[in-house]
Nanobody, 121 residues
Framework: QVHLVESGGGLVQAGGTLRLSCTVS????????MGWYRQAPEKQREFVAL???????SYADSVKGRFTISRDNAKNTVYLQMNSLKPEDTDVYYC???????????????WGQGTQVTVSS
């Protein structure tokens, strides 16, 4: 079992900065992917950013140039540096992790509990 613990959410003014972090523990595979999704109450969960254990990254168009994802493999921790925040960034942000189980070849997906990010105007 894999467990994700998130932190760093909060309230900031437009143009401000937040940094989210998520630490993964448990049966962590050395080859894995970690990232962030976000979800508003009446919308589908939306991809934000993903980073592989190789440090290769991917971003949603809406956050490119403003958000930076990074990870510390030794600590099994992923970060999301959010700069130039906008009110439309207000959402619950969910940490995400997956790997391929070597025993059965299946993809194992895990989610954090979510952390609220609120950007005021």
């Amino acid at each position: 079992q894999v467990h994700l613990v998130e932190s760093g959410g909060g309230l900031v003014q437009a143009g401000g900065t937040l940094r989210l972090s998520c630490t993964v523990s448990g049966s962590v595979h050395s080859i894995n992917f970690m990232g962030w999704y976000r979800q508003a109450p009446e919308k589908q969960r939306e991809f934000v950013a993903l980073i592989a254990s190789t440090q290769v990254t991917s971003y949603a168009d809406s956050v490119k140039g403003r958000f930076t994802i990074s990870r510390d493999n030794a600590k099994n921790t992923v970060y999301l540096q959010m700069n130039s925040l906008k009110p439309e960034d207000t959402d619950v942000y969910y940490c995400y992790y997956y790997h391929i189980d070597l025993l059965d070849g299946k993809r194992r997906d895990y989610w954090g509990q979510g952390t609220q990010v609120t950007v005021s105007s």
